[in-house]
């Protein structure tokens, strides 16, 4: 492709700027060969003439398409050059706020200055398991990438930070070292990851300081090894130290600090531990005020000394060794403040007893005097004496100096190696990942010895980072098979051999070091002679003869040799060393300078010796002797050291992140573009850069290529072949072939070839937007002229309308006058002629009255004297005849007493006698029979005769009243009469006077109808007034009246909003408390199976083994422990004894914690089971006192029923004996003369029969014995005569209603039964021949029968059978009424459809024919509906009816079975005749009625268990079996033990079931189906536990059958709380099993996939690729998350989870769908467009169809859904002005404010037509959502789990109809 075509008019280009390094320009003119300047247009509109190299004339580099601006990877950019690398970091920087960019392999990271909320747990759980390039670029990617490289390839990983002080080395480093902690967990039980986390603190309080460039800079390097086990997890650390700033302890420049551990015990040097050390303020101490900078903003140095402290304690060290730290650091200042003073000038001397050399002493534990000796001084040794010299006071002073650095090196290197020792495990290290945190490079306006080593080390890693990116690149194109070439790559091995190869500048350096004389001038004349005309990497200063300059990878450096020697040897005065270790006060400081071999432990472990050998913690250390360790350089050492750490990274699998310094004055988010490049350069970003474009940068897949510029080709260009496809269209496109390749899955371009294509694409889709908008215009325009034509005409309709009305309303008007005028006149001549009629008539009707009346009074007169004589003559024949009737009545009277006082006299003189007696017995039963019949026929003659005199007495009462009211009629007649005649009289001469005043009246009336004229037409006024102002008043009344409503309304939507306010905080105060007790439930679940992990790990490691005192998974829940067995208790306490025992000495902090976790909430459970044990008790006690006062009611009631119960039951033993006597000697004696006389079944009938006849005479002695107690009871009370012992029925009545305590009827009846069973009371038995006759007697005498009171006995008798008949009456009575009443109610029914089907024909026939006869099938079709599930219900009804007789019917046949064959043995019998069998009587039996109870013994509840919970299969379940079905059998186990009343077997069944369910789920919990399966059945179990507790609250919607089902011993509450826990982790265990499930298929099918084809446009992409969004084979769709949606869904039916349930389970899955989503979109860029906004609507609306689908629209998923919904629409609405900013703010009400910005940051347009959201537009967001109360959480928290509510769902499944299948293999169990 030539020049012209891309450097035409328009297109835009980058030229050198001394301010921005680079500026954009556009051209003006096109570009043609030759040219020797460019026209070019800056962005201010300032036009410039660009001159051309004229001897290299190369062109400016050309700007990237703005679509490709902001890209996550910057080998994604078509043109790779440094300021397309520069521009990108910059707008993704200062416009998206985005700090991390990928550059290849390389993950750049610019320092923002700010604290921003990218590194929480949630982000961390977001990149964990996402490949790299799927994610925004992030540190988390690259660890997450390493970590799974580790357990990919079984490859040792390490992470590369570098960059210069202050870019963020530090930080980086510590977020990847927290990610692996995060994310790994620990495989030991000491937290090994957060004692590596722990160990930040410490480093960076002894090895961190404050610089110009950095608050928090390192100042030394160091390299973390975080090793792994087989399972990844860590298992501890290792850390190696390279090159500390040991100079920075004694000085520090303006503006910086020494190492933050000092600041930190200045700052605490008040607390009490503190006040030994006799330190003050940093300003008080030399080491820590030459940098006048002692406070760094924003830290509080006390807090930091607390974490350092804390750390020390978790790692290990303990509070005495932490002490002896602090004694050397405290040492170290109150050194430098020791003052020296000049003696002479050749020697100095410290003045006697220094303040803080005393204090230094006393700290160390030496003498005042040696040390004072030998910081003036030093020893000389010769060959042959040895002499002291002193030293000048600037010698003593640098031997000061020296001396502090020294001990804070070897105090440094302590406390890495402590902290090592405290890191390594047991365990051997399968892997390990290395995180490098080293300096980049540096270069100042003075070099010197520690710039050197730093540039070396940078020069080393630059090598090996060149290699690794020139290997991936041949990799590459290698494995895509395309022609490749060398690409020419810096390589940095000459600089790397000037420095390190033999005669190098550190071998000149060592052996200048060695010299007695060597300086550092004659080091640097050997540098000049050695390499200045030998490497053209080293050159000399024209002005200096002391310093050398090396061309670096990076830049030149110029570094000054003064200091090098002395830097290089870091010699020490010996003497002053062994002061020290003669210390015998300090262990810490002589263990400071011994040998590693012999220093100890302050933990006192020994170092383990599994894993991998350790290396050194002090590579500048050699292991060899004290005098020979102090004679190798610092250069020597650190060459070593680095020749090690280049060994281990060339062996691993290095991942690249280089940090960046924004600018150097900490600003945040400010970025200057000198410093950039400046780091970009020196840190090998833009050699990645420059490699990439040597080569393919630009990579696409064959699939996005189509995708992306299907545009571009025609209809026959497409062929099914899309690889043939894009080949064929390339080679039109792009006529260079050497621009691209063709690979086996990729196509490779060169730079610029992207930016070509996109060109086409863009050109191309603006001509169709062009065509596009042409024709919406014309279609826009002829709409509105349209629109205005139809407004014209419908105006001139309006008008010409109006016009036609107005006159209509005249004519109307003039028709209706005339007819108001006829009208007028008709009434006016009508109400005359009727003034007229009515006196005329008046008059007639007067006269006409008179005469009628005359005639009536006359007949009234007449017809009242025949009634009044009538009357007279019946009165007197009545007196007559009743004084008649009452003599003949009195004489009958008189002779019947005499004959009856005779009859009377006679019956006493036979009573007496024993043989009346005896024939007062005989005939008993008919006498009663005939007395009975008797009674009945008097009964029913008094009814008739009292009915007859009844209505005789009605009749005549109804006639006198008549009689009597007609007669008062009459005479009020007569009167009036009377009255009439006078009035007549008076009447008429009234007339007379009346028609004399009628003509004055006359007069007056003309008078006054003028004056009501005049007063008519004044009230007309006056009503017109009031009428308008009652108008004005109603008018303002209805004002009134509004403006109340409309305040009514205010206050009543007001209390409406408060009242739902206060009930909404109320749900969420109820949700947070429920969800907070959930998550203490999931935390103590947690805990505990932590605790048996422990616990196992405890044992392998004790390595005892304890049969029998083992904890097993089925003893560990927090809720079961009062309920197992006390076995139990004692192992569990055996296993505690152990545990103690083992963990001492492991990790006494974490069992303390755990100790502490557990006692907590075991409080709070206790309080909580004291809480609800209060409640039970309250009521408890108010039901006692209900039953106590129930029962003292009922108590004399029940006590006598009980009596009476018991005898009848003994009755009713008698008879079941006696017949089953009669049917033995019936079956005993199967003889034709079985039932004649003297045969053995006669004998036992007339036994029977005596002994029934001696039954009744015992009860008739009972009753006369009591009647004659009671009679003596009262003859004694009211002193009556003997004689007068004849008593009434009633008296009995009353005597014994006086009986009214229990107490005293039953002391009386058990006396009456001891009285008669007494053998002075037993009477000789009734011979039955006797009875008989005296039942058969023709007239028994009645008066002897009532002397011992039979009839009263007997009408007692009658009264109850009346009584038994009223009520069955009344039953019937009420039936028939509500039979009445049901068929009222049908009436009416039928009445209202008849009214319905009016109205609906009433509408019908109003309906057009087509509407009509759509109506009527409608109504026929729901007519049909209901009519057809009315049948449904009828045949259902009919089933279960067939299905219960067809049971009957085998239970019947079963029995005719067997009671045929007892009847086959009967008739085998020998004695048995063929001609007349006699056939055994048969008793029907009743059907066996279960109790809904299953029996099985205490050695069978293992097999059941086993059987019904641990092997039971839940898909053969689900399909075969009813739902819930274990559920109801271990409920009716249950039951069966709460009858038995066995609380042992209650508690045992309840603890198994319990824990099996927990054990099967531990096994099985991945499967969702099995936790669906038991989730489902325990909270059956748990509503069957509610339904049948007996609880009133919990039987509303029982059967009466199930009502009788209740448990009747056992309160089970605690155990329904154990089992609703249980429920709650069951559902938490499915939520995690189904989100396991659906996570990885969201995101490919709710961003990636695309749903809706074309709509998205692949970006190009860099090496990070992406998943491809074009579905390929395997990968999850929408589609796929909906069929997995439908299978939970179905599986849940299935099993019979409750529907309240299941609509929680879909509330839980639609958030971790939304939440996921939304968190994707937030960390992708790519996923940030309008295109993609428009498939998230989509695939929302696909969710929501499916909730509609399944019924589940209210389970409140879909507001879950809400977040991303709004944030698919921010991602579509307009984003420019002010009313868009306040349309975002008003719509994206359920996304915080920190997501909005993000999503606005994020946003990237997909073509060139979109536009990017400007910084103003996302600052006016920003500004108005300012207020917003929120919290600043970016992601949405994907583990949070609602909290869950089981409802109860009490079932209609009745207990007694459940069949156990035998594939269950229960056939152990008994149904009772």
Known sequence: MAASELYTKCARVWIPDVEEVWKSAELIKDYKNGDASLQLMLEDGTNIDHKLDPKTKNLPYLRNPDILVGENDLTALSYLHEPAVLHNLKVR??????????????????????????????????????????????????????????????????????????????????????????????????????????????????????????????????????????????????????????????????????????????????????????????????????????????????????????????????????????????????????????????????????????????????????????????????????????????????????????????????????????????????????????????????????QFCINYANEK?????????????????????????????????????????????????????????????????????THLKTCSLFEKPRMSNRAF??????????????????????????????????????????????????????????????????????????????????????????????????????????????????????????????????????????????????????????????????????????????????????????QDQDKYQFGKTKIFFRAGQVAYLEKLRADKLRAACIRIQKTIRCWLARKKYLRKRNAAITIQRFTRGYQARCLAKFLRRTQAATIIQKYQRMCVEKKRYRQKQAAALAMQTILRAYMARQKYQALLREHKAVIIQKHVRGWLARCWYKRCLVSLVYLQCCFRRMKARRELKKLKIEARSVEHFKKLNKGMENKIMQLQRKIDEQNKDNRLISDRLAGLETSYTAESERMRGELGRLRGVEEDAKNKGNQVNSLLEELEKLRKELSATQQEKKTIEDWAQTYRDEMEKMVSE??????????????????????????????????????????????????????????????????????????????????????????????ESEYTYNSEYAELEEGSRAAEDVTR????????????????????????????????????????????????????????????????????????????????????????????????????????????????????????????????????????????????????????????????????????????????????????????????????DFHKLNEDGELWLVNQGLKETIRLLEHQLQTQRRSYDNEVEALRGELQNVKEENNRQQQLLAQNLQLPPEARIEASLQHEITRLTNENLDLMEQLEK????????????????KRIGEMGAGQAEGQTSPGQMVDEPIHPVNIPRREKDFQGMLEYKKEDELKLVKNLILELKPRGVAVNLIPGLPAYILFMCLRHADYLNDDQKVRTLLTSTINSIKKILKKRGDDFETVSFWLSNTCRFLHCLKQYSGDPAFMKHNSQRQ??????????????????????????????????????????????????????????????????????????????ILRQLSAFHSTMCQHGTDPELIKQVVKQQFYIIGAVTLNNLLLRKDMCSWSKGMQIRYNVSQLEEWLRDKGLMTCGAKETLEPLIQAAQLLQVKKKTDEDAEAICSMCLALTTAQIVKVLNLYTPVNEFEERVSVAFIRTIQTRLRDRCETPQLLMDTKMIYPVTFPFNPSSLALETIQIPTSLNLGFLTRV
């Open 93 to 450: 920087f200062i416009d998206s706020k985005l700090i991390y960019t990928y550059c290849g392999i390389v993950l750049v990271a610019i320092n923002p200055y700010e604290t921003l909320p990218i590194y929480g747990t949630d982000i961390i759980n977001a990149y964990s398991g996402q490949n790299m390039g799927d994610m925004d670029p992030h540190i988390f990617a690259v660890a997450e990438e390493a970590y799974k490289q580790m357990a990919r390839d079984e490859r040792n990983q390490s992470i590369i930070v570098s960059g210069e002080s202050g870019a963020g080395k530090t930080v980086s480093a510590k977020y990847a070292m927290r990610y692996f902690a995060t994310v790994s967990g620990s495989a030991s039980e000491a937290n090994v990851e957060e004692k590596v986390l722990a160990s930040n603190p410490i480093m960076e309080a002894i090895g961190n300081a404050k610089t110009t460039r950095n608050d928090n800079s390192s100042r030394f390097g160091k390299y973390i090894e975080i090793g792994f086990d087989t399972r990844f997890r860590i298992i501890g650390a290792n850390m190696r130290t390279y090159l500390l700033e040991k100079s920075r302890v004694v000085f520090q420049a303006d503006e910086e600090r020494n190492y933050h551990i000092f600041y930190q015990l200045c700052a605490s040097s008040h607390l009490p531990e503190f006040k030994n050390l006799k330190l003050s303020s940093a300003n008080d101490f030399l080491y820590t005020r030459q940098g006048r900078s002692p406070v760094i903003d924003g830290v509080d140095d006390t807090k930091e000394l607390c974490s350092t402290r804390n750390a020390f304690s978790l790692l290990g060290i303990n509070e005495s060794y932490q002490k002896g730290l602090f004694q050397v650091l405290a040492a170290i200042l109150h050194l430098g403040n020791v003052e020296i003073k000049d003696r002479d000038s050749d020697s100095s001397i410290i003045p006697p007893n220094n303040r803080h050399l005393t204090a230094f002493c006393e700290l160390v534990g030496v003498t005042y005097q040696d040390m004072s000796q030998w910081l003036c001084h030093r020893k000389l040794k010769t060959a042959t004496e040895t002499y002291i010299k002193p030293l000048p006071r600037l010698q003593a002073t640098n031997a000061r100096d020296a001396l502090s650095k020294h001990i804070y090196a070897k105090l440094f290197n302590w406390i890495v190696e402590h902290v090592n020792k405290a890191l390594i495990t047991n365990v051997k290290q399968h892997s390990f990942i290395g995180v490098l945190d080293i300096y980049g490079f540096e270069t100042f306006e003075i070099n010197s010895f520690e």
């Open 1603 to 1680: 009502n009788e089902h209740s448990l009747s011993n056992f309160d089970l509450a605690e155990y329904r709380q154990v089992i609703s826990d249980l429920a709650i982790q069951i559902y938490q265990q499915l939520i995690k099993c189904m989100e396991n499930i659906l996570q990885p298929m969201i995101v490919s099918g709710m961003l990636e996939h695309e749903t809706i084809q074309g709509v998205s446009g692949v970006k190009p992409t860099g090496l990070r690729k992406r998943t491809s969004s074009i579905a390929d084979e395997g990968t999850d769709t929408l589609d796929s």
């Open 1145 to 1340: 000495g492991i990790d006494t902090p974490l069992t303390l914690k755990l100790q502490k976790r557990l006692t907590e909430l075991e409080q709070e459970k206790q309080s909580l089971r004291n809480e609800l044990e209060n409640k039970e008790e309250q009521f408890q006690r108010a039901r006692a006192r209900d039953d106590a006062e129930f029962k003292k009611a009922r108590g004399a009631e029940l006590e006598y029923e009980s009596l009476k119960r018991q005898e009848l039951e003994s009755e009713n033993k008698k008879l079941r004996h006696d017949l089953a006597e009669m049917r033995q000697s019936l079956l005993g004696h199967p003889a034709t003369g079985a039932g004649a006389p003297g045969s053995p079944a006669y004998k036992v009938l007339l036994d029977q029969l005596n002994a029934s006849c001696e039954e009744l005479e015992v009860r008739k002695e009972e009753v006369l014995i009591l009647r004659s107690q009671l009679v003596s009871q009262k003859e004694a009370m009211q002193h009556k005569d003997e004689k007068e012992t004849m008593t009434e029925p009633s008296v009995y009545v009353e005597d014994v209603s006086k009986l009214k305590d229990a107490d005293e009827i039953k002391q009386a009846y058990i006396g009456l039964k001891d009285t008669n069973r007494s053998p002075r009371f037993m009477c000789k038995p009734l011979e039955v021949s006797d009875l008989l006759s005296r039942l058969r007697s023709a007239a028994p």
């Open 1438 to 1453: 009919q089933d279960r009816t067939i299905r219960k007789l067809k049971k009957q019917l085998k239970v019947y046949s």
């Open 1026 to 1119: 009031l009428k308008d102002q009652n108008g004005s008043l109603k008018k303002e009344k209805d004002d009134l009246n509004r403006s109340i409503q409309e305040q009514s309304q205010q206050m009543t939507e007001k209390m409406a909003r408060l009242i739902a306010e206060e009930t909404q905080q109320l749900e969420t105060d109820l949700n947070e408390e429920r969800s907070r007790y959930q998550n203490l439930l999931t935390e103590h679940l947690r805990l505990e199976e932590k605790y048996d992990d422990l616990k196992e790990e405890m044992a392998l490691s004790s390595n005892v083994s304890k049969p029998g005192h083992r904890r097993t998974d089925s003893t560990h829940s927090s809720n």
């Open 461 to 529: 890693l630059q090598q090996q980072f060149n290699m690794h990116v020139f290997k991936l690149e041949q990799e590459e194109y290698m494995k895509e098979q395309i022609p490749w070439t060398l690409i020419d790559f810096y390589d940095n091995q000459p600089c790397i051999n000037l420095i390190e190869a033999k005669m190098g500048i550190l071998d000149l350096l060592d052996e200048e070091c060695r010299m007695p004389r060597g300086s550092d001038d004659s080091w640097a004349q050997k540098l000049y002679n």
């Open 549 to 734: 300059i090396i061309q670096h990878f990076a830049d030149k450096v110029e570094y000054q040799c003064d200091g090098f020697l002395e830097k290089n040897k870091d010699t020490v005065n010996e003497e002053q060393i062994n002061v020290l270790k003669a210390s015998k006060k300090f262990d810490l400081l002589v263990e400071l300078f011994q040998d590693e071999e012999k220093a100890t432990s302050p933990t006192g472990q020994v170092p383990g010796t599994g894993g991998r050998t350790r290396l050194s913690v002090k590579p500048e250390k050699s292991r060899e002797t004290s005098s020979r360790e102090h004679k190798k350089t610092v250069g020597c050492q650190f060459r070593n050291s680095l020749q090690m750490l280049m060994d281990t990274l060339n062996a691993t699998t290095p991942h690249y992140v280089r940090c960046i310094k924004p600018n150097d004055f900490k600003l945040a988010f400010s970025f200057d573009p000198k410093r950039a490049v400046q780091q970009l350069r020196a840190c090998g970003v833009l050699e990645t850069i420059r490699i990439s474009a040597a080569g393919f940068p630009s990579r696409w897949t064959y699939q996005e290529f189509f995708s992306r510029y299907r545009v571009l080709m025609k209809q026959k260009d497409v062929l099914p072949d899309k690889k043939l496809t894009c080949r064929n269209v390339l080679e039109k496109l792009v």
